[in-house]
C-alpha cells in the first residue's frame, strides 16, 4: 500500500516518542487516535515494521499493540535522523523517590487501626471448654416432613 512519505514519517515519529503504539482494528476509521493520519496507513506502516523485525505485534481485543524492538530503535534513528542519546518514553527509567524501601512482609501501620477493632471477635483462651453443642444434647427424629412424611390415612 502507497503510504505518503509524510504520514509515515508522522508514525514513525510517533512510535519512536513513545516507544508503543496502539491502533484499533477499524481499516475505514478516517483517522487514527492518537495520530492525524488514517488508521490503515498506521496499521499497514505497523505490518511493514513488523515484518522486518523492526516492531513487535500483540493482537488483543480488537487492538493492535506495537511494541519498538532494539534493531527498531537503531532503525527509525537512522530514518528520522535522531540522535544517539534519545531514547523513546518506555525505556527511560523513571525517576525514584528517595523513600527506604519497605522490608518483606512490613506492613505500614493503618489509620484507623483495624486489626484492634478486630481483636474482639477472636477466640479466647478457654482450655476447659470445647466447640459444639453440650454433651446433654440430644436431638430427636421425628419422622419426616414434606415427601418423607409418613402418609395419613
Known amino acids: 500500500m502507497f503510504i505518503p ?3 509515515r514519517k508522522l508514525i514513525c515519529k510517533a512510535l519512536f516518542k513513545d516507544g508503543v503504539l496502539v491502533a484499533k482494528k477499524d481499516y475505514n476509521a478516517p483517522r487514527h487516535a492518537e ?30 499493540y506495537y511494541t519498538l524492538t532494539d534493531e527498531g530503535i537503531e532503525y527509525l534513528r ?19 523517590a528517595n523513600a527506604p524501601a519497605p522490608r518483606f512482609g512490613a506492613r505500614p501501620e493503618r489509620e484507623g487501626g483495624f486489626r484492634r477493632e478486630r481483636d ?32 395419613q390415612q
Not at 41 to 55: H, N, P, W, Y
Not at 78 to 96: C, D, G, H, M, S
Open 78 to 96: 537512522e530514518y528520522l535522523n535522531i540522535p544517539q542519546e534519545v531514547f523513546p518514553a518506555t525505556f527511560k527509567k523513571a525517576a525514584r
Open 120 to 151: 474482639d471477635y477472636r477466640r479466647r483462651d478457654d482450655a476447659g471448654k470445647k466447640e459444639g453443642p453440650s454433651d446433654d444434647f440430644r436431638p430427636e427424629f421425628r419422622g419426616g416432613f414434606g415427601r418423607a412424611r409418613p402418609q
Open 35 to 64: 495520530i492525524p493520519v488514517r488508521n490503515l496507513e498506521v496499521i499497514k506502516a505497523m505490518q511493514s515494521l513488523t515484518s522486518r523485525g523492526f516492531v513487535k505485534t500483540q493482537f488483543s481485543w480488537q487492538y493492535y
Open 5 to 7: 512519505t509524510a504520514n
